[in-house]
């Protein structure tokens, strides 16, 4: 019996002193109406007329500054333009979210329209939760970018840190497994299959302030499995990283980097598959 007051004790306290960032549902629900106003393929109630998408606008408006203001711990500073910034913020958001949609339709012949990207393409929800977050994340907000990125991560399997630095058409295919670390740069035009590890080399805890994982340069394709590491490795503009590929330092700009294969014919011979 006293074994479980102090079992009640111990978790009233522990409510009390818990950070009052919000539940995760509120900020997850905060996105997805957010993502339903900027792309109407996504959306459950249309706004079709400009006053309705200003009601709608002020509608999310008023949820983020209940969360902001009921959770102070979320914030670095109390800036009060801090909600101005966000919304002001939406169309640079939008305008970098359509790039990617068209990266995300030029490049797989599956897609039928960019409607059916918007409606069901995964690479496209993390994608969005990451631009969301990430913009977020550069205004100081703390825990409810890795709220959205996480539930993202939940839904579509492919972990995008809000940290992470991503340029302009940005193209996820499949995406199932695919990992990209805080300190990862990417730039513009770059392509990634599914299982694509850009990862660390060392997860101690004091390397948590330097550079930990790697630069993705422009026009880079990534294929299927393939894991790079560390924050020095860079994968120079114009290449093509193959599949299954394991590369833990940096590679020239226009390299074509493959796994080697040894394989048994039908004879009992091994035929070596030499790759670049």
């Known amino acids: 019996m006293r074994n479980q007051e102090n079992f009640i004790t111990e978790l009233a306290k522990a409510h009390r002193e818990a950070s009052k960032c919000p539940p995760p549902k509120k900020a997850v629900k905060f996105f997805v109406e957010l993502l339903g106003l900027l792309f109407p393929e996504f959306a459950e109630t249309r706004v079709t007329n400009e006053?309705?998408?200003?009601?709608?606008?002020?509608?999310?408006?008023?949820?983020?500054?209940?969360?902001?203001?009921?959770?102070?711990?979320?914030?670095r500073s109390r800036d009060p333009g801090i909600i101005d910034a966000v919304f002001d913020e939406l169309p640079a958001i939008r305008a970098l979210l359509l790039e990617?949609?068209?990266?995300?339709?030029?490049?797989?012949?599956?897609?039928k329209s960019r409607s059916e990207i918007i409606r069901s393409y995964p690479g496209f929800y993390a994608i969005?939760?990451?631009?969301?977050?990430h913009y977020l994340l550069k205004l100081g907000i703390r825990i409810i970018p890795r709220i959205i990125s996480e539930n993202a991560h939940r839904r579509t399997g492919i972990d995008i840190h809000p940290g992470a630095r991503i340029g302009?058409?940005?193209c996820i295919d499949h995406g199932t497994g695919i990992v990209i670390g805080e300190t990862t740069e990417i730039g513009s035009h770059v392509k990634i299959y599914q299982g694509v590890t850009l990862g660390a080399l060392s997860v101690k805890k004091e390397d948590a302030k330097i550079k930990r994982h790697p630069t993705i340069r422009?026009?880079?394709?990534?294929?299927?499995?393939?894991?790079?590491?560390?924050?020095?490795?860079?994968?120079?503009?114009?290449?093509?990283?193959?599949?299954?590929?394991?590369?833990t330092q940096s590679v020239p700009a226009g390299s074509k980097i493959y796994y080697q294969a040894k394989m048994t014919n039908a004879y009992g011979d091994i035929d070596t598959i030499t790759f670049k």
């Open 100 to 111: 990617d949609i068209d990266a995300m339709f030029m490049g797989d012949p599956a897609a």
């Open 128 to 133: 969005a939760s990451y631009r969301v977050a």
């Open 168 to 170: 302009q058409h940005f």
């Open 218 to 247: 422009d026009n880079v394709v990534i294929y299927a499995n393939a894991t790079i590491l560390g924050g020095q490795t860079e994968i120079g503009e114009n290449s093509i990283i193959g599949g299954n590929v394991w590369l």
């Open 51 to 75: 006053q309705a998408v200003n009601r709608k606008i002020n509608t999310l408006r008023s949820d983020l500054r209940i969360i902001f203001d009921k959770n102070t711990e979320c914030m």
